[in-house]
């Protein structure tokens, strides 16, 4: 695949403290046209690889490469909060256009008259996103870019990384996000990178292949160590240069059997089931909340029954998380009632991470003044339990405010499956979680007996786990949907378009027909409704064709002017298709009234 020019590099890098270094030999490359995205366990060290890439770090040896006169913006997974004015003056002290800075707070579900100060930890995040983007820089350094964004955020960004003309190179565990975003991976593993010029899809199946020839060789390398120890074994007197030799060679050998680390071992996660619960586990009659003049509910009801696997959904500000509190009986709603069925225990995972003192250690949080915990039936000693979930000794020890978000994420969920449950409920349990341990709570979660519902932003979670999507709206709608994510935009997107059909059936009827009007369509009009399906049709594929044109990373590069007028037809095709959708389902409407006026 051709690339467009080098713009940032590190050759040869070693960086981070400790023995062996966090990042050894690193070679990395980030050329114009690339849309690379970094994966690696939590603790691996992505962020201290991004910090070298952005210069707040200095490798402790090695080269690392900025082309003369690109501009480099980042977002850090834990941005320096603001000290002082707006959101505007905060996006656009890097010298950002006021227009563009504007823009991007906006699409990021902010204003830009917000004082700065006063932001919550998801805003600041945003808020620091919005800052990179509207730099419009040549290099995008992003760290977990997708946490704290709603779904159409999350869909706008998508759009605005497949048309960035400069390199990006993005930390994320979204998987549906990766997959529309990325051109090649490079993966972190025990201090060391390697690169595959390939979309996410075809991630896994090369890093299997990769960790196949390891194994390979390390079993290689063990029959070779074991081969000369039974040489040695008769002993070393006859020919003793050459056993001496052999000496020599099976301490290399085993000094490289040492450095070649293997693989990291996975967390272990197993929920506690408790005792089965009632039937009905929760049930909601005519809810309502309000906050002032923001809505969240009016008039919702729901049952929620032992078993069922529900998804919370909505923008930021909709009210998802208060629509939650209210159900598992933290929050009063304004009117209705929640009744909390017979027999069930809670394991409650809040986003906020407020159950976190971060002046304790986990040993605090797990232990909670003794040495050994009760897991399920079963007495264990505090460091061995967190083990389970990848903490060492020493951070078991250490303040939980030196622990990165995907740590304190895995110790809020060691915290909760100590204790046995039948209720699971989960705000945003994926944030700043890396793909290994992603798959072991999905796995769990799959396996869980009890009752589930969650909030996330993750499609390819709630896919994988919701049988029912509970969408918060805004302005107090909230509507069940069954199925998971895909299921819910399909029949939204359907119910969008019923809800247009009144306003085309209001206006229809609101034209004065002419006195002797025929009782049909004009011939016009009936060429239109048989035409319109081929044309709703030629223009969805035009519509893939050109997507699959602009999804070339080398397109800008190699032909500036196909990617503009790509751009500009793509813009023009989507148009004409929502332009023929309406005529068409004004067609369809009018049809039917006149076969209904016939029937009369």
Partial sequence: ????????????????????????????S??????????????????????????????????????PGITIASQAQEPVPPKSGTVMDFVTETGAEDFRAEAMIHALGLTPDMSAVALSGGQIRRAALARALAMDPDVLLLDEPTNHLDLPAIEWLEQELASFRGGVLVISHDRAFLNKVANGMVWLDRGELRRLDAGFEKFEDWAEEVERAEEAELNRMDQHIKQEQRYLL??????????????????????????????????????????????????AKG????????????DFSMKIMRGDRIGIIGPNGAGKTTILKMLIGQLEPDAGSIEMGANVDLGW????????????????????????????????????????????EAQARGKIS???????????????????????V????????????????????????????????????LDRLVTSVLAVEGNGDVREYVGGYEDYARERKAQ????????????????????????????????????????????????TGLETVLADPDLFTKNPDKFQDSIKKLDDCRAALEAAEERWLELEILQEEIAAAKGA
């Fill in 1 to 28: 695949m051709a690339k467009g020019p080098e713009l940032l590099a590190l050759r040869n890098c070693q960086a981070g403290h400790g023995t062996p270094p966090v990042i050894r030999n690193a070679n990395i």
């Fill in 30 to 67: 980030i050329n114009q046209g690339d849309r690379l995205v970094l994966v690696g366990r939590n603790g691996s060290g992505k962020s201290t690889l991004m910090a070298t890439l952005q210069g707040s770090l200095e490798a402790d040896s090695g080269e690392r490469y900025v082309k």
């Fill in 234 to 283: 008769r002993g070393v007197t006859a020919r003793r240069k050459r056993n001496v030799r052999r000496l020599d060679k099976l301490a290399t050998l085993r000094k490289a059997r040492q450095n070649h680390v293997r693989n990291e071992r996975a967390s272990t996660m197993q929920a506690q089931d408790g005792e089965q619960s009632g039937k009905v586990v929760i049930e």
């Fill in 287 to 298: 809810i309502s909340k309000k906050f002032g003049d923001l809505t969240i509910a009016d």
């Fill in 349 to 392: 995972f809040d986003q906020t991470r407020e159950q976190l003192d971060i002046n304790s250690t986990p040993w605090d949080v797990i232990g909670e003044g003794t040495d050994q915990v009760t897991v399920g039936e079963s007495t264990r000693h505090v460091v061995g339990y967190l083990r389970d979930f990848l903490f060492s």
């Fill in 402 to 424: 030196t622990l990165s978000g995907g740590e304190r994420n895995r110790l809020m969920l060691a915290k909760i499956l100590m204790r046995p449950t039948n209720l699971m």
């Fill in 426 to 461: 989960l705000d945003e349990p994926t944030n700043d979680l890396d793909m290994d341990t992603l798959d072991l709570l999905e796995e769990m979660l799959g396996d869980y007996s009890g009752t589930l519902i969650l909030v996330s932003h993750d499609r390819d979670f």
């Fill in 496 to 543: 969008l378009k019923q809800e247009k059909a009144p306003k085309a059936e209001s206006a229809a009827a609101a034209k004065p027909k002419p006195k002797g009007a025929s009782q049909r369509l004009s011939y016009k009009d009936q060429r239109d409704l048989d035409m319109l399906p081929g044309r709703i049709e030629t223009l969805e594929g035009e519509i």
